[in-house]
């Protein structure tokens, strides 16, 4: 059964250092989604992308985090000078269409900033 | 900003009960899933429902989004050790371009 993949299964950095999350979404999907989950609370959305640009954002989605789908394949977040309080799971997520709501999740990544 | 509540937030029963769990919100949402999270691990989808007052079966789990799309239920019948997790409800709306809605979840323990 496809599967949303996301790499690496763990990540730990110092603050202030740029990181890169990666995310293969199933294959025939064509809307792509980053969410994060910090210990202990709710998941909650970061951004959506269809069509090689972002859809909608967040709050939290602010000036240090952008998103890009480098190929056919890929789409990633990058977190261009990260703090202590990023430290968290970050799941991405893929939908078939634009109109299908159901969201598949991959294993996430976490994120631990010293 | 939509909210979801998830109630109640712990439960612990025996091998073989019935449970149900709620998920509501003062919020129409167009769809409602229900995802299963273990610790470390992303969400796993169970169930999405769409339509007011549809009912969905999973096995022992019988998931239902109530008429007005504002709240949903998950039902387990003679729960297992197996069903032991965290369940998430999200609420979604059409249109896709949002994320979804996560609540804090249930933690479910089924003591055997």
């Known amino acids: 059964e496809p599967e949303v993949t996301q790499t690496p299964s763990h990540q730990v950095t110092q603050m202030g250092q740029e990181v890169i999350l990666r995310c293969v979404p199933i294959s025939n999907h064509l809307y792509f989604y980053w969410y994060r989950q910090i210990l202990g609370q709710k998941v909650e959305f970061l951004v959506s992308f269809y069509n090689n640009e972002i859809s909608e954002k967040s709050e939290i989605f602010d000036d240090q985090f952008s998103v890009e789908r480098p190929d056919g394949s890929n789409f990633t977040l990058k977190i261009r000078s990260t703090k202590l309080e990023d430290s968290a799971m970050y799941f991405c997520?893929?939908?078939?269409?634009?109109?299908?709501?159901?969201?598949?999740f991959g294993p996430g990544t976490r994120l631990l900033v010293l | 900003t939509q909210l979801l509540e998830q109630s109640p937030q712990f439960l612990s029963i025996q091998e073989g009960e019935n449970l149900t769990v709620y998920c509501n919100s003062s919020s129409v949402f167009s769809s409602l899933q229900w995802y299963r999270q273990e610790p470390g691990e992303g969400p796993v989808l169970l169930v999405t429902v769409v339509t007011g007052g549809e009912v969905k079966k999973l096995k022992r789990l019988t998931f239902q989004f109530g008429d007005a799309r504002k709240d949903s239920s998950l039902h387990i019948t003679a729960a297992q050790p197996g069903d032991t997790g965290l369940y998430l409800c999200a609420g979604g709306v059409r249109g896709g371009a949002d994320g979804l809605t996560f609540g804090k979840g249930t933690h479910l323990i089924i003591q055997p």
């Open positions: 997520a893929s939908s078939e269409t634009v109109w299908q709501e159901t969201q598949y």
